[in-house]
């Protein structure tokens, strides 16, 4: 009765004599023939600490040269690093008019008509200069307002007088 050691833990256990014979026996259990097989490495996780096994495949498709133990890692890792102008869509930060009213609190009203869906209104730079994201250059109107204020002169004298009545109400209250 053959009794072989294990390649990979040490471990002794009893070989089948043709296994022996035709090379086989070498592993106590599929489970370390499996880790003997492996070829990759293990890393530990950049956000949570944990390790873990990646295989050689995996290791040349990373862009960043980072491994995270999961997508949720990985993702969170993305979050922090692709911000602001490290971001592939980053456009100068010009286009943040929108934010800009609602981080204002004002209210999400057309100016002219008082129309209140979201869906329609749209941010309107009063000098109609699109780099002068102020708060005291913006306001809301719906789209079909916001055509007109910009193509006739008598509705966007309209805007203003309602827009100045609009201001005078906004720091009474």
């Known amino acids: 009765m053959p009794i072989v050691r294990c390649k990979l ?8 004599p043709y296994f022996l014979k035709i090379g086989q026996a070498k592993y106590c259990s599929p489970a370390c023939q499996y880790k003997s097989r492996r070829q990759g490495r293990n890393f530990t996780c950049g956000i949570c600490g944990k390790e873990f ?7 040349k498709k990373s862009k ?8 949720s890692c990985q993702t969170i890792w993305r979050n922090q690093e692709f911000v602001g102008t490290k971001h592939p869509n980053w456009k100068t930060g ?10 204002h609190g004002i209210p999400k009203l057309c100016v002219l008509c008082r129309a209140k869906d979201k869906r329609v209104l749209a941010a309107h730079h009063i000098d109609k200069d699109r780099k002068n ?7 809301w109107l719906c789209h079909n307002c916001h055509f007109l204020v910009h193509h ?16 005078m109400r906004r720091k009474a209250s």
């Open 64 to 71: 960043s040269g980072k491994f995270f133990c999961s997508k």
């Open 94 to 103: 010009l286009s943040t008019y929108r934010s800009v009213l609602s981080k």
């Open 9 to 16: 833990c040490s471990k002794k256990f009893y070989g089948k």
């Open 53 to 59: 096994y990646r295989a050689l495949g995996r290791l």
């Open 152 to 167: 006739h002169k008598d509705e966007s004298l309209k805007f203003m007088k309602n827009l100045s009545g609009y201001r």
């Open 133 to 139: 994201n102020h708060i005291s250059n913006l306001s």
